[in-house]
Structure formats: structure tokens, C-alpha cells
């Protein structure tokens, strides 16, 4: 098996042994990533979804978290999401205008 840092990364996130493509920085595997957010302490979730948020497609995000998920910890999880933050700011609004998420 290739050493992690050199092994190829996925499109196919539903392989619990694959490497997310948006974990390029950081290579674990789907299942690996997926415990590491149930299981992790507030600062290390918020920094792990905020990676999800800035790196993934906005269609594969939904595969880890949910909008709900994403509006409640919105306060904390902005400042994880760089350049990302106003297309996340604008699909919550809508969102929220929309009456899809609570206000």
C-alpha cells in the first residue's frame, strides 16, 4: 500500500478507503475523516468542516455535514472558510429568505 502523503486522491467519497480530493493538504481516508468529525473536540470539527467547506465541491459537502449543521455552528465556522465565506454567506441567506432553514 503507497505511503498516504503519495497515494492518489478520490472523487468517489463513498470508499471509506479513499483519499478525498479536497484533503490534499491533509491525506486520510473517507471513513478516518468521518470519525475524525464525530469525534472531535469543537476547534478541531470546526477547522475540519471549514476545510470541507473551502476545498470541496459545494455538492460533496453535503455528503459530511448538513445546512442545518452548517447554520448552527455558522458563527464559529466563518472564519475557517477564507475566500469561500461570502458563497457560503449568500447560499444561507437564500436559504434562510427561502424559509429552507430556520432564521
Known amino acids: 500500500m503507497p505511503e498516504r502523503s503519495n497515494a492518489p486522491l ?4 463513498d470508499d471509506p478507503a479513499g483519499i478525498p480530493y479536497f484533503l490534499w493538504d491533509e491525506p486520510m481516508t473517507v471513513a478516518e475523516f468521518r470519525d ?10 470546526l477547522r475540519l468542516l471549514g476545510k470541507v ?12 455535514t448538513s ?13 475557517h472558510l477564507g475566500r469561500r465565506r461570502s458563497f457560503w454567506e449568500f447560499l444561507l ?3 434562510r429568505e427561502q424559509r429552507l432553514l430556520d432564521p
Open 93 to 95: 441567506r437564500q436559504w
Open 36 to 45: 475524525r468529525l464525530n469525534g472531535a473536540s469543537r476547534g478541531e470539527r
Open 10 to 13: 478520490s472523487t468517489d467519497l
Open 67 to 79: 445546512p442545518a449543521q452548517v447554520a448552527s455552528l455558522w458563527s464559529d465556522l466563518a472564519g
Open 53 to 64: 467547506l473551502r476545498e470541496a465541491r459545494d455538492t460533496d459537502v453535503w455528503r459530511f
